[in-house]
């Protein structure tokens, strides 16, 4: 993970329990301008494809029984995003 773009929160930010932890609680900067151009063009198709992966992967878990119930019943909220 690049984190060069990122940029440490301030203390007021940053939950108490998470700083007695030892944990540092970062926020992404804005991309270039570019890789915002990069990112607008490629994401519709990615977003696609990761809806096409998804009604797959429920459907071999749905074949392997490894849904719950619930899970099951929710083959017809997966058609309607495909």
């Known amino acids: 993970m690049d984190i060069r773009g990122y940029r440490v929160a301030n203390d007021a930010e940053t939950p108490e329990a998470l700083r007695k932890d030892g944990l540092v609680l970062m926020h992404a900067e804005a991309p270039d301008p570019d890789i915002q151009e ?3 063009r ?3 198709p990615m977003q ?8 797959l992967m429920w459907a ?3 074949f392997k029984r490894e ?3 619930t899970e099951l019943g929710s083959w017809k909220e997966h058609k309607r995003r495909s």
């Open 42 to 44: 490629t994401n519709p």
């Open 48 to 55: 696609k494809q990761q809806q096409s992966m998804e009604i």
């Open 67 to 69: 849904l719950s119930e």
């Open 38 to 40: 990069f990112l607008d």
């Open 60 to 62: 071999f878990k749905a």
